[in-house]
C-alpha cells in the first residue's frame, strides 16, 4: 500500500528516491559520529540495509570496528554498483519490505499485516501502516501484543516523521 512506503520512506530513509544506494551526508555524519566514539547510527540506506540482509550478512564474528567498518564499505559499494544497478527503487523496496524480520519468526509486511491486523497490506489503515514501518528499527521491542505503549509511541514517532517529510498532514495525523 502506498502509505506504508510512505511510512517506511519517511522513516528509514527520507532521500530514498534522491540518492544511488547511499546518503552521503548521513553516511558521513554517522561515521564521524562513531570515530568520535558516540554512538551515531542510522547511516544505513535502504538499498544498504537489503545488501546486508541478502549480500553481507552481519557476520556474528564482527568483533571490533574495523571489521564492522569493512563489512559496512562492502555494503557500500555492493549498494552503488550491483543493488542499485541491476535493480530498480521499486524492486529494491520490495526486497527490503519482504526480507526483514518483523517480529519473531514473522517476515514480510504482507505477514506482517496478517498477523497483527488480520488483513492485506493493501487494507491498512495509516496508523497501523505507522506501526508496521516503526516495527523495522527493533521488531520485538515494538511488538504491539507484547509492549502496547511502546509499539504506540514509535508509531506516534513514525507519524510525526511522515508530517516531517510532507507524506501526511498534521490533521491526518490526529486522525
Do not use: W
Not at 44 to 58: A, C, G, I, P
Amino acid at each position: 500500500s502506498e502509505v506504508l512506503v510512505d511510512a517506511i520512506i519517511a522513516t528509514e530513509d527520507s532521500r530514498f528516491f534522491q540518492h544511488n544506494g547511499v546518503d552521503i551526508p548521513r553516511f558521513a555524519k554517522a561515521t564521524i559520529g562513531q570515530l568520535l566514539g558516540r554512538q551515531a547510527g542510522g547511516a544505513s540506506t535502504l538499498t544498504m540495509q537489503t545488501v546486508k540482509n541478502n549480500l553481507t550478512k552481519k557476520d556474528t564474528r564482527e568483533t571490533n570496528k574495523i571489521q564492522k567498518i569493512v563489512r559496512k564499505f562492502q555494503d557500500v559499494y555492493l549498494s552503488v554498483f550491483f543493488m542499485e544497478k541491476k535493480y530498480s527503487k521499486s524492486e529494491i523496496l520490495e526486497m527490503y519490505v519482504n526480507d526483514s524480520c518483523l517480529g519473531g519468526m514473522i517476515y514480510g509486511v504482507g505477514e506482517a499485516s496478517k498477523y497483527y491486523f488480520g488483513k492485506s497490506v493493501s487494507e491498512l489503515t495509516l496508523p497501523e501502516a505507522a506501526l508496521l514501518a516503526g516495527m523495522y528499527q527493533a521488531p520485538n521491542k515494538y511488538n504491539p501484543y507484547k509492549y502496547p505503549e511502546t509499539a504506540e509511541a514509535r508509531r506516534d514517532t513514525v507519524l510525526s516523521l511522515m508530517v516531517r517529510h510532507g507524506y501526511i498532514t498534521e490533521d491526518e495525523k490526529k486522525m
